[in-house]
């Protein structure tokens, strides 16, 4: 296993050297190489996906993600690096659906990356759902302390007109 992923480091090597020298064909060829050589490799998705999002590729980005052999969890934390993606090309709504899919899948693994996109969009009315609907599922966590923390700091930023909407769970 070891040889292996020493095999896989050497493509990485040489792909992400193809990508800073202006070859993404090339550097797409190589990891796609290196999947060939170990399929389940979770840093040669990673690295593709990124790869395919930094071209606008998304479609394709999406659909290496959903063959790849791999367990669903680890595929949403690649799915993040499309979600970001489309935040970045301003396309919001397709971000919110790939969010809001991980943390159904697993409120636990989908958690922080939904919450903080409602964040960074400003939605927090959203926050305040998604936080309320965590503790909700898992109120002795040990992080439960924090997020509520976390929640008061967003109650306190919220504007006047959502903070009213802001009102605390029972």
Known sequence: ????QNYVSAFMFVA????RAGDLKSAEAVIRQAMQVSPREVSSY???????????RMASAES???AAPLPEATKDS???YLGMAYLREGDHKKAE???LKAYERSKAGGFNDLVTFYYQTKNYTQVER????WLAAFPNDSRAPEVRSFLESVRQQAPSDTAQALVPAK
């Open 16 to 19: 992400d050297t193809l990508r």
């Open 46 to 56: 990673q690295y593709l996906a990124g790869l395919l999002t930094d071209q606008r």
């Open 78 to 80: 690649i799915r993040t």
């Open 97 to 99: 659906e790939i969010y």
């Open 1 to 4: 296993w070891r040889i292996v």
């Open 130 to 133: 998604v936080v309320n609907d």
């Open 64 to 66: 290496l993600v959903e």
